[in-house]
């Protein structure tokens, strides 16, 4: 994958949340400033509200949730590779089609 690599602004608050309590305060530092310097590109906008509120509904079931629906809809947008180890919720999603998950 080549850069930009985007960051649904959806999640942003679980990375947080997850940087801060496995890797430190200094570790959520550095993601921001990345963030700040653009290493990442923040992602999704309104017109993707519609689409995540689809996939929120369509799986239900999993829960898919409001986090991975952003994930997914701006993947979707932007060319299907999600980047994650969460193979059980994303799994799903990617047998349909739509998504490319990775590492392969």
Do not use: W
Not at 63 to 77: F, I, M, N, Q, Y
């Amino acid at each position: 994958m080549r850069p930009p690599y985007l960051v649904p602004a959806g999640i942003l608050a679980e990375i947080g949340f997850l940087v801060e309590t496995r890797m430190g305060t200094d570790v959520l530092v550095a993601f921001l400033a990345d963030l700040e310097q653009h290493a990442f590109t923040l992602a999704n906008t309104e017109d993707d509200l519609a689409r995540v509120r689809e996939l929120v509904r369509q799986y239900a079931d999993l829960p898919l949730g409001l986090a991975d629906s952003t994930v997914v809809a701006c993947a979707e947008r932007s060319g299907g590779k999600v980047l994650t180890l969460d193979r059980r919720h994303f799994g799903v999603v990617a047998r349909e089609g739509t998504i490319e998950l990775l590492p392969a």
